[in-house]
């Protein structure tokens, strides 16, 4: 399974952005997915994911603010990105993953300005 995301962007502070990861397999067999980001000079860290359940977890810096779902039909796993901040400038990755495999898609950037 191959991820693409997109929808990264330039975005004022208390903007929105909506990223997209497409796969080119069936996701319904992974048992989560989620996202990641990385900003400069940071190591990369969780920001949400979604499980085979439609259960979700946050990271605490963006709970409230960003909402993650999946359409299995449709092979994608969105993020709603809203109220951004600067803070929240980063590549964004996408991660799918199951007992045996752990899938990773080229990142996409946000920037947020002030």
């Known amino acids: 399974v191959q991820l693409q995301a997109s929808g990264g962007g330039l975005v004022q502070a208390g903007g929105s952005l909506r990223l997209s990861c497409a796969a080119s397999g069936s996701i319904a067999s992974l048992t989560a997915m989620g996202w990641y980001r990385q900003a400069p000079g940071k190591q990369r860290e969780l920001v949400a994911t979604i499980t085979n359940s439609d259960t979700t977890n946050y990271a605490s810096s963006v709970k409230g603010r960003f909402t993650v779902s999946r359409d299995n039909a449709k092979n994608t796993v969105d993020l709603q990105m809203n109220s951004l901040k600067p803070e929240d400038t980063a590549v964004y990755y996408c991660?799918?993953?199951?007992?045996?495999?752990?899938?990773w898609g080229h990142g996409t950037l946000v920037t947020v300005s002030s």
């Open positions: 991660r799918g993953w199951s007992r045996r495999n752990n899938y």
